[in-house]
């Protein structure tokens, strides 16, 4: 920590910018960057947020893989009892601020802005005296961004972590947000925010780790050429359909002029409602077809199966063409999705745990710490995965109680905790009274010997 902190104390400002010194600009709404002659403008929020609107394939790969990972079931794990109650009765109560929401929402928004925009901003909400967290509320991507100083760059504190985030609101009072360090550029319809507000998700981090993509950006220019392909061959179609005609007035002897063309002209328009027309002139009418090149649907494909590819998800399922697929390469292909729906579980868990659970633990002062867990994603039929359990069981692997929350869950039954230790106890009795009877049918054998 030796060349960091000696770096801190030689700032003039009070602040470091980490950022400046390695030469890394980098917005992730209007930066540009440029290596070897070759300059790429990330695109706006905006524009990816327009992409998942519009294009039918990002829109499925993104819902599909959220879907996937909050279909299976998840955990909020403490070692003890009593702070896994105070996290239960925490998220049962969010929502209060903001747009109503349960812990469902918050997960299935997080991971919907993680996918479109590559990060996700979430805001702890604390009590006037900043002691305790309150709720938990969603911020529009769109509308925030790191702190920055007048070159772009992200202001960082001693620790080299951002030391806040600036969020547009429109017109507010001056005492809105909190008080912002020197250095930090901030507009009039914005408002600071203390780095311990924000807690920040991020897809799939690069670069110094502060920048970060999602499934869209990658694809974003395949996904442009493919919409302007796709509407070249829509209007070529269309012209198929209503094909252009053409009338040739006059022949090499008869010479017309502007009045007899613009009577054909009027006639050839009322042939849509119109089956006859009669013509004063010589008077040749043609059709022009539009031509689709053999090459279309091969582009078309390239453009997509990239698209695919940045996203994750296979182009059979994206698109719902998986029949056209052959079955071994589909089932290869579903097994992989699950790798990487898998993986992204895992980050997203740690991730939240990092920006939510801990800072709640800290502030709320709840009895230990706590962590988010997935279930395994698979496609498994329910009476397999029981089947597998009670196997487990039998050769000792597990204990009954252990797999007895996944039944529960999974029949959605209410336990009934009393009712359950009435029938352990039973069950006890019932096993201490059976080596009793093997006892006596054991002597009334040693009986039947002697005799």
Known sequence: MGFFSSYFNNTSKGYMNFANDIEEKADP???????????????????LERIYREDSQTFSSINKTKQLILGTRRYIRSKSLTAKKQYEDFFDNIGNIGIPMTEQDLHDSILHDM????????????DVFQKKILDLKMIDAKLIDYARD?????????????????????????????KY??????NSNQIYLEAKRIALF???????????????????????????????????????????????VGNDSIRTGETQRKSVLDALKNL?????????????????????????????????????????????MS?????????????????????????????????????????????NKFDEKAKLEFEEINVEDKNAKTERLIKDVEKKIICPEEAREYVLISEHLIPNEKKYKEYLNTTKEIKKEVPFEEEEEEDSLKDNKKI
Not at 115 to 126: D, K, L, M, N, S
Not at 290 to 309: E, F, G, H
């Open 29 to 47: 709404r209007t930066g540009l960057s440029s290596t070897s002659g070759y300059s790429y403008k990330r695109p706006t929020r905006e524009e």
């Open 115 to 126: 996918f479109v925009y590559g990060y996700a901003y979430v805001e702890r909400v604390f």
């Open 150 to 178: 007048g070159q772009g760059n992200i202001i960082l504190d001693e620790s080299q972590r951002p030391i806040g985030f600036v969020m547009e609101v429109g017109r507010l009072p001056d005492y809105m947000g909190d």
């Open 181 to 186: 360090p020197a250095g930090v550029v901030i």
């Open 202 to 248: 991020k897809c799939f981090s690069f670069g110094n780790r502060f920048e970060s993509l999602g499934f869209i950006e990658t694809s974003y220019v395949d996904i442009k050429r493919k919409h302007l392909i796709e509407d070249s061959v829509t209007n070529s179609i269309y012209n198929n359909i209503h094909k252009h005609i053409i009338g040739y």
């Open 272 to 316: 849509s409602y119109n089956r006859y027309a009669v013509f004063s002139m010589p008077t040749k009418i043609e059709t022009l077809d539009a031509q689709i090149s053999d090459q279309t649907s091969v582009v078309l494909d390239y453009l997509r199966i990239n698209q695919s590819a940045a996203s994750g998800m296979p182009v059979g």
């Open 319 to 363: 698109l719902g063409a998986g029949e056209a697929i052959n079955r071994s390469v589909l089932n290869v292909q579903q097994k992989l999705l699950f790798l990487t729906a898998n993986s992204i579980a895992n980050s997203y868990a740690l991730q939240f745990k990092r920006e939510i659970l801990d800072w709640i633990y800290k502030y």
